[in-house]
């Protein structure tokens, strides 16, 4: 990066403040809640939280910084077709309201763990689901904690080592010590700090081009409004068909050579560092916006990951430990994710692509599988645990091959073309402007050869070479398919060994009518549970005594 643009001593400062405020929360819970030593207060804050700060949490954990550098990224590479994703997102919450909720909401059901359980009969089932869905977290948190290095890499000149070891030792401590209130209340406060940043960058970005319109007539002209991609090639990146059903499958389970910068992720602060350099602690205050973006998201995971290992994988070996011994085991798991997840991050930097690219990628490989399973539950009867066993190992199979495939052998897609330095929005006294101008051309064609360098030796042949070049955005979707289609398969030809279940509450009530499935009333009370299993139990062995 230029000698004379980055941060300044304001800057700094807001930084600091802004990591120094996770950090002071942390010991507040730890010292307030002292004598409250169960499990139940750590995880769920007692299951008491107000309604605000829960709901700010929940934000601020998807409004991950992630998605502050990694869309912008997509955008100038590769076009606004990319933000059509959001289409799709709220597509899948639209389905998911007609046929998700009518089902786990009546059952009682605190994770889709549960129902797992009770629709195969399978602690396999259930246990291989939620290591999956672990896993999955577990790289998403990665990924997070690497978005804000690179920003500070890019910044500061901080090497990424370093920047990786403090952003993720902040948000690892304070998790641990505080547990879940501190994680929401952080995020609450972290929510205020991204929208604030956003909105100053935005606001900046718009007054020095001249307004909204004059954004959009230049992103046009730059040929970054394709939104008309129809293009029904799996290997085209950011079409209609691969965002909107790509999307819907996925959400419904978040200047090399030149010197300028090292990694086209660093594209969003180099942008700030420059347009804001001129607003004292300004600059600041969009790099403490990302580090917000990935606290809350890493936070949120490792108490997340935690509360799995300790309610579910761990609950049997847990029984005779004192609430003590047991919350304090689940503050050590914070801290172990936390070091793992460190680790991991810092050997996540040689991934190409964008963080956005990256994210998605593991989405699609680890949750589609998941879905799959899930569907093949809650829409057939005949499904079985052999089925959801064998469809969702084969789909994690195909997906992972095709991701690390993508990663290693893949052609990189073509980039938009760099845009004429006639179209910057500055004059030529601009630092920005001037130093763009010299670099643009090369630090373009850095960026490609950058992508394209690791499959120098490839040839375009090959039905697995077709398979690694397949757009990320399509393999939630691939991974459903395969996992629910081999999954009905399987179970239609074990079904001799597993029964159909008699039990409508299981399957989506729009198919239970189809399937005509006898009807059962609904149950409120809260031994739902314990009926559901004694009746599904009940079936299973009448139909085996029937059997022989």
């Known amino acids: 990066m230029s000698g004379n643009v980055g941060l300044q001593i304001a800057d700094y400062v807001v930084i600091a403040v802004m990591l120094f405020i996770p950090l002071a929360v942390g010991v507040f819970f730890a010292i307030k809640d002292a004598k409250k030593t169960n499990r139940d207060e750590y995880l769920f804050g007692g299951r ?77 089932v259930r246990n291989s689901v939620l290591t999956l869905a672990m896993i999955q977290t577990f790289f998403y948190m990665a990924i997070a904690l690497l978005t804000p290095a690179l920003a500070l890499q890019a910044a500061a000149g901080i090497p990424f080592y370093v920047s990786v070891l403090i952003v993720g030792s ?99 602060p180099y942008f700030v560092l420059h347009v804001l350099q001129d607003l004292p602690g300004m600059s600041g205050l969009y790099m403490s ?21 300790v309610e579910d994988i761990l609950q049997r070996p847990l029984r005779n430990f004192t609430e003590q011994r047991s919350t304090l085991m689940t503050k050590l798991l914070v801290l172990v994710y936390g070091v793992l997840i460190i680790v991991v991050a810092y050997l996540a930097r040689t991934m190409t692509g964008s963080v956005a690219q990256m994210t998605l ?24 645990k052999y089925g959801a066993l064998v469809g969702g190992a084969l789909a994690l199979t195909l997906t992972m091959w095709m991701s690390v495939g993508n990663q290693l052998y893949g052609k990189a897609p073509p980039t938009l073309p760099s845009p004429s330095t006639d179209m910057c929005f500055t004059n030529e006294s601009d630092p920005f402007l001037s130093e763009w101008t010299t670099n643009n051309s090369t630090w373009h064609t850095n960026a490609s050869s950058m992508n394209t360098k690791v499959i120098s030796n490839q040839t375009d042949v090959g039905y697995s070479l077709f398979l690694y070049n397949i757009t990320y955005e399509w393999y939630g979707c691939i991974g459903t398919v395969v996992s629910l ?64």
């Open 361 to 384: 990628s593991v989405f699609g490989a680890c949750g589609g599988p998941i879905l799959g399973v899930f569907l093949l539950g809650a829409c057939f009867p005949s499904g079985n």
């Open 485 to 548: 289609v081999v999954g009905l398969l399987i179970s239609l030809c074990t079904c001799k060994w597993q029964q159909p279940t008699h039990n409508a509450r299981l399957i989506f009530p729009f198919l239970a009518k189809v399937w005509s499935l006898p009807k059962v009333d609904r149950e409120t009370n809260g031994k739902a549970l314990e009926k559901l299993l004694d009746y599904e139990t009940q079936i299973q062995a009448q139909n085996n005594s029937q059997m022989f």
């Open 289 to 309: 916006s990302i580090f917000s973006g990935a606290l809350s998201t890493l936070s949120s995971g490792m108490n997340a990951l935690a509360a799995n290992t």
């Open 48 to 124: 008491k939280m107000s309604m605000l700060p829960v709901a700010l949490s929940i934000f601020a954990t998807f409004m991950s910084a992630i998605s502050m550098m990694g869309i912008p990224t997509e955008v100038y590479y590769y076009g606004a077709m990319h933000t059509t994703f959001q289409i799709g997102f709220a597509l899948s919450f639209l389905i998911g309201y007609v046929t998700m909720i009518p089902l786990i909401y009546p059952l009682h059901l605190t994770s889709i763990y549960q129902y797992l359980r009770l629709r195969f009969q399978s602690e396999l």
């Open 170 to 268: 902040i948000g690892t401590i304070y998790t641990a010590i505080g547990g879940i209130k501190s994680v929401v209340w952080t995020d609450a406060f972290q929510c205020c700090i991204m929208i604030t940043g956003l909105m100053v960058m935005i606001g900046k970005g718009f007054s020095l081009v001249g307004g909204a319109d004059k954004v959009w007539s230049k992103a046009e002209a730059g040929g970054r409004t394709n939104f008309l991609q129809f293009s029904p090639d799996p290997r085209s990146r950011s079409t209609w068909w691969s965002t909107l059903i790509g999307g819907c499958f996925m959400w419904y389970l978040h200047l090399f050579q030149a010197g300028l910068i090292s990694n086209k992720n660093q594209l969003p």
